[in-house]
T-cell receptor, first 114, second 111 residues
Framework: DAKTTQPPSMDCAEGRAANLPCNHSTISGNEYVYWYRQIHSQGPQYIIHGLKNNETNEMASLIITEDRKSSTLILPHATLRDTAVYYCIVRASYSGGGADGLTFGKGTHLIIQP | SQTIHQWPATLVQPVGSPLSLECTVEGTSNPNLYWYRQAAGRGLQLLFYSVGIGQISSEVPQNLSASRPQDRQFILSSKKLLLSDSGFYLC??????????FGPGTRLLVL
C-alpha cells in the first residue's frame, strides 16, 4: 500500500469547516483513499473512501486531486465532538479469497476549539 | 444493521497469566475478521486476520494466538502474558471492498 503524509496536528474553530490534507504521491491506479478517525479511548471509526471522484456522505466530503497524489477530508461544520486523530490510508481493494489489514500511520490530531 | 462487540472492556492481568479476549459480530455472515493492537502512543498494528472459520493468518510472531470457532466469533488468546502485551486491542470486521469496521476495544494492562 502507498505511503501517506499528514500534518501531525491542526486546530479548527467550532462551526467552521475543517480541511484535513493528505499526500499520497505514490498511489497506484487500483488504490483507494480511506479516512478513519479515532476519538480518544475508542476504536477507529470509518468516515469515507474514494477512488478518483469526489465523495460526500453524512459525515464528510472527500476531495481527491485529478492526479490522485493528494486528497482533502472536509468536515463542513466542525463540532467539539470532532476532536480526534484522523487517519488517511491508501489501500488496494482485494478481489475474493483473501484479506488484508489496514496500515495506520500517525494521522492528524484535529483539535476543535470552542 | 451490523454491530461488533468486544469484551471485556478493560482488563488488568499479572505477568504470566493467560488471556482470552472475545469479539463477536452481528448482522453479517462470513465476514473477514481482524485483531489489531495499539500500544500507548503508537499506531495500530495488525496481529491476525481470518477469512473463515478455522482460518487464521498471523502478521506478527509473538506469544499471542487467535481462533475463529464460529463464523462471527474471533478470539485472541495467550498462555502467558508479557509486560509488552499491554495495549488497546481492537477487533474489526470487513466484507466486500474491505471497508473495515472496528469494535469498541479492550484495554489490557499487564502488571
Amino acid at each position: 500500500d502507498a505511503k501517506t503524509t499528514q500534518p501531525p496536528s491542526m486546530d479548527c474553530a467550532e462551526g467552521r469547516a475543517a480541511n484535513l490534507p493528505c499526500n499520497h504521491s505514490t498511489i497506484s491506479g487500483n488504490e483507494y483513499v480511506y479516512w478513519y478517525r479515532q476519538i480518544h479511548s475508542q476504536g477507529p471509526q470509518y468516515i469515507i473512501h474514494g477512488l478518483k471522484n469526489n465523495e460526500t456522505n453524512e459525515m464528510a466530503s472527500l476531495i481527491i486531486t485529478e492526479d490522485r497524489k493528494s486528497s482533502t477530508l472536509i468536515l463542513p461544520h466542525a463540532t467539539l465532538r470532532d476532536t480526534a486523530v484522523y487517519y488517511c490510508i491508501v489501500r488496494a481493494s482485494y478481489s475474493g479469497g483473501g484479506a488484508d489489514g489496514l496500515t495506520f500511520g500517525k494521522g492528524t490530531h484535529l483539535i476543535i476549539q470552542p | 444493521s451490523q454491530t461488533i462487540h468486544q469484551w471485556p472492556a478493560t482488563l488488568v492481568q499479572p505477568v504470566g497469566s493467560p488471556l482470552s479476549l472475545e469479539c463477536t459480530v452481528e448482522g453479517t455472515s462470513n465476514p473477514n475478521l481482524y485483531w489489531y493492537r495499539q500500544a500507548a502512543g503508537r499506531g495500530l498494528q495488525l496481529l491476525f486476520y481470518s477469512v473463515g472459520i478455522g482460518q487464521i493468518s498471523s502478521e506478527v510472531p509473538q506469544n499471542l494466538s487467535a481462533s475463529r470457532p464460529q463464523d462471527r466469533q474471533f478470539i485472541l488468546s495467550s498462555k502467558k502474558l508479557l509486560l509488552s502485551d499491554s495495549g488497546f486491542y481492537l477487533c474489526a470486521w470487513g466484507s466486500g471492498q474491505e471497508t473495515q469496521y472496528f469494535g469498541p476495544g479492550t484495554r489490557l494492562l499487564v502488571l
